[in-house]
Each structure stands twice: as structure tokens, then as C-alpha cells.
């Protein structure tokens, strides 16, 4: 299991978001962070001493789990610097906006590029992909997590004729793109990717009693089971 209970920024977060500090498990706000780790982890997907990318970094929260967990070379790239708040994270960070070309300004290929919650705020993701491409080695990861458009909320929603969740008629939260499982696995396929794995975040909502161990434990195992049913999914692939 990834340990976050010395980490001051992930903790810093945690003290934010209001959430428990004594049990490192449920110390993920957004869930999704220890999630994918620990299954990188687990499946020797994640190797000390690589270098990754960490695309729509935002806060370094990801990028402190890694750099103390795994000792990896993290350079993020986000429009916002949010990086005077976290002096103490040890990580290049580029400020420009990912709509950007930002492939010149990687000057070695990376093992691994994060993009979490990203990619459905991207107007041509066809682009986007094909810069991720080329920032990464031969066989590098890519991981990736975005909402899932026939998650079972949707499915009760729209035949309902009510509109559907994590869409959007105006920019607000500027999700511009959605996808199903059969999208994104098709789109990675056409721009060099293999998709190896992809599961849900997890069964349940967010909001519920993420703090208990049988209802985290029981939503990330139907996450695991039914990725097509889950609000937001995750995907690892490689590229070829």
C-alpha cells in the first residue's frame, strides 16, 4: 500500500478536504489517487528512479506520493501555478496552458504520464494524445482517468429525459468531451496506445461513507467489475 501518512502535502490536502489523517486508506479526497497507485504498484507498473509527467497537476499532491513513494522525477504541467503554496515539493513545473503544444518544452521522454481528470477539458483530443505520444519512451505508461458518460446515474437519468450528469450546455466546469469505454479504447488504440486495464473508481458515490472500510472496499471491488457502470473510470495503457 502507497503511505501517505508522512506526507505533508498530501496531508496538507487531506486537512483541507476535512478528511480522517488516522487511517491512510481513506485519506484520498479524490479517491482516485491511492486508487490507481496501489494497483500501479501491485502490478510492478511503477518502477523508483523513472521519470513521469504529470499533465493538469494543479496541486502536487500526485506528484508528492510519487516523489516520497517511488523517488520519481516528476515534471507537471498545468495553466495555474499553484506551486508557491507547496515549497517544499521537489518537481520541475511548466505554467502553460495544455491546450498548448507543450511537447517542445519536454526535453527528455518520460516513463510514465499522468492525466487525470484532463482529457475531457480538452477541445481536440486527438491532439492531445498524439503530444502525449511523443512525450513518452517506447512502451511508456499513460494513465488516465475521466468521467464516464453511460455511467448507471446516466442511465437512469436520460431515459428519464433529464440531463445527463458531467456534461455540459455551458462551460462551467468546462467538460468538453466525454467518453464510454468503447470510445477512449478506440481512440488510444488509433493514436499507438494498448490499452492494458480499466476499471472504475469506484461503484458508489463519493459523497457516501468513504471513510468506512466495507462500503470503500465493496465500491472500489464493483468498480473493479463494472468500469461501465462507474461515474468516473480509470485506464492504463501503453504505447507500442
Not at 34 to 47: D, F, G, V
Not at 48 to 77: H, Q, W, Y
Not at 207 to 221: A, T
Amino acid at each position: 500500500m502507497i503511505a501517505v501518512k508522512n506526507d505533508k502535502i498530501y496531508t496538507k490536502m487531506c486537512e483541507r478536504f476535512g478528511v480522517s489523517k488516522d487511517e491512510y486508506l481513506f485519506q484520498d479526497p479524490y479517491h482516485r489517487y491511492l486508487r490507481i497507485l496501489n494497483y500501479l504498484q501491485e502490478n510492478a507498473l511503477l518502477q523508483n528512479e523513472t521519470s513521469c509527467l504529470d499533465l493538469g497537476c494543479l496541486r502536487p499532491e500526485l506528484a508528492s506520493l510519487l516523489i516520497n513513494n517511488f523517488k520519481i522525477r516528476v515534471t507537471g504541467i498545468d495553466g495555474w501555478d499553484m506551486l508557491d503554496e507547496y515549497p517544499e515539493i521537489d518537481m520541475k513545473f511548466i505554467n502553460t496552458n495544455l491546450m498548448n503544444d507543450f511537447t517542445p518544452l519536454i526535453t527528455d521522454k518520460v516513463d510514465t504520464v499522468f492525466a487525470l481528470e484532463v482529457i475531457e477539458h480538452m477541445i481536440d483530443t486527438d491532439v492531445f494524445l498524439d503530444r502525449i505520444h511523443t512525450c513518452l519512451k517506447e512502451k511508456g505508461l499513460l494513465v488516465i482517468s475521466t468521467p464516464n458518460i453511460n455511467n448507471l446515474r446516466n442511465r437512469v437519468l436520460v431515459p428519464l429525459g433529464k440531463y445527463p450528469s458531467a456534461l455540459e450546455y455551458r462551460n462551467i466546469i468546462h467538460h468538453v468531451r466525454l467518453y464510454n469505454i468503447a470510445a477512449i479504447r478506440s481512440q488510444l488504440t488509433e493514436h499507438g496506445f494498448v490499452v492494458k486495464k480499466i476499471f472504475g473508481v469506484g461503484f458508489f458515490p463519493y459523497r457516501g461513507p468513504m471513510g468506512n472500510k466495507v462500503y470503500r472496499w465493496l465500491s472500489e471491488r464493483l468498480g473493479d467489475i463494472f468500469p461501465s457502470l462507474c461515474a468516473n473510470m480509470i485506464v492504463i495503457a501503453r504505447k507500442k
